[in-house]
């Protein structure tokens, strides 16, 4: 079982991700890791080694994949 | 079974973003869709209706999600 790891900071742009990430990742193969950066300020260094430099990001078998880069005004309004 | 399109333009960055979605994606719930924007551009219009604006990009559930945006100059060493 692989680990994917996906870092967020609570916004909208990140949680609609996460949701996408629930539903389409493969759990008999990988287990999904949840780190909210803004709670847990204590990963960031872990992310950085990672590669991760914006959120969301998904971290899997070593590579990194940044989701949406930031949040549109528009998506913050909804 | 729900469809998942991925869009992308055969660049290193996309190729990477594919090779870790035909990984992760849930074979059991989701069909992958591949389209090569490059090769197919008959497809771009409907890449465009579903709110793609950068390639490398998945459709999931009707919603867009953008991974890495473009690809960096460092990328393309590789």
Redesign the interface.
Known sequence: MSK?IFYHAGCPVCL??EQ?LL????????TLEIVHLGNDSGCIEEAESFGVNSVPALV??G?V?????GAALADLKK
Chains 1, 2 share one sequence.
């Open positions: 994917a609609g991700a996408m539903n389409t990742i493969d759990k008999n193969k990988y899997v078998d590579q994949f940044h989701i949406n880069f």
